[in-house]
């Protein structure tokens, strides 16, 4: 099959006309034109009555050619499609909408490291084409000009690689994003850990309401463990884990060792620490870890909350050490470190 694809963008063009957004004041007019799709000159998407030869998939948003290749096309708002028997060669997709969705299909057995994932949809959703290349290099996928025609060979589809980190320490302070960015790393793995170190939140309505909206916007398909035994976590991992985070991991220490007052063991806390960089220095699976960055404040005014930000900024410094990536997280920007 070869695919045409006329425009790549959402309905409106990127950028959309008469949009003043800081994203399409920085384009040309016509940068990006609406999506448009047509398989080998004459079949237009959906799917839905293919011509004799093609077979329509997955309610018509797939199509199987003469030569048994494999075409998906997954707009915005569209789930993954369930029961599809095989991979699919060529994956057009809006990512900007829901980056999990491409895990899924991942998990699924529906794309594989050789299926060619193209996003499709873009528009004022992302602030530039450089975040664009830059979240698709994370997720495994790309982005190609309007009026690129793509050749959908079964089995000989190049996918493109994921930037893949063993170790990755995100740093920010409260309400940087740091959160949500450590999400989006990992938002088009089939299979994430997330491991959270803070208390569920019962009895403390407002921390709560943080906890439930951290869960709501995790992709469903990630299972939770809720834990501070982080050297085991690490160490028996099977897949990449997503650790939020390592200042909620301090203060349960601090609480289970006693450490809050002058006479209490914050040797141990020391110790603990030091299992925990020797259990990310040999990290079996990809990490991404969260924590605060508590050296540019004040200093605290009582001796167990200087205790607390030594012991967290230390942490943090050998961790960055042992770390492949770090950045740091302001108004949900990266400064990489």
């Known amino acids: 099959m070869k695919v045409l694809l006329t425009g790549t963008a959402g309905s409106a063009g990127w950028p959309e006309p008469g949009c003043r957004c800081a994203s399409c004041s920085a384009l040309p007019p016509g940068h990006r034109r609406p999506f448009g799709l047509v398989v080998d000159g004459a079949i237009p998407f959906p799917f839905t009555d293919p011509p004799t030869g093609y077979r329509s998939a997955a309610g018509g948003l797939g199509l199987a050619g003469p030569d048994g290749s494999r075409l998906l096309c997954l707009p915005q708002g ?5 029961g599809e028997p095989a991979r699919y060669d060529v994956v057009l997709i809006d990512l900007l909408d829901r980056p999990e969705r491409l895990g899924e299909l991942r998990r699924a057995g529906l794309v594989d490291e050789g299926t060619t994932v193209v996003a499709t949809g873009l528009d004022h959703r992302v602030r530039s084409e450089e975040e664009l290349d830059r979240r698709l290099r994370l997720w495994g996928a790309l982005a190609v000009p309007d009026g690129t025609e793509l050749d959908v060979v079964p089995g000989r589809a190049a996918g493109a690689a994921r930037r893949t980190v063993r170790r990755a320490l995100l740093l920010g302070g409260s309400r940087s994003g740091k959160s949500a960015e450590a999400e989006l790393r990992l938002a088009a793995e089939p299979y994430v850990t997330y491991v959270a170190t803070g208390p569920g939140g019962a009895g403390d309505g407002e921390w709560a309401a943080r906890v439930r909206a951290h869960r709501e916007r995790r992709p469903a398909h990630w299972s939770t463990a809720e834990t501070t035994d982080l050297v085991t976590a690490i160490r028996t991992a099977t897949g990449p884990l997503l650790i939020d985070g390592l200042g909620t991991w301090v203060a349960a220490v601090f609480d289970e060792h006693g450490a809050w007052e002058e006479a209490g063991e914050r040797g141990q806390v020391a110790a603990r620490c030091d299992d925990l960089v020797a259990a990310w220095r040999q990290a079996p699976e990809p990490i991404v870890a969260v924590s605060d960055e508590v050296g540019m404040g004040v200093v605290p005014a009582t001796p167990s909350g ?17 770390s492949e990536y770090v950045a740091l997280v302001v108004a949900g920007r990266l400064v990489e470190l």
Do not use: Q
Request: glycine share 4%; charged share 35%; proline share 9%.
């Open 78 to 82: 569209r789930p993954v499609p369930a």
């Open 306 to 322: 200087r205790a607390f930000r030594d012991a967290l900024g230390r942490l943090n410094e050998r961790l960055a050490a042992e």
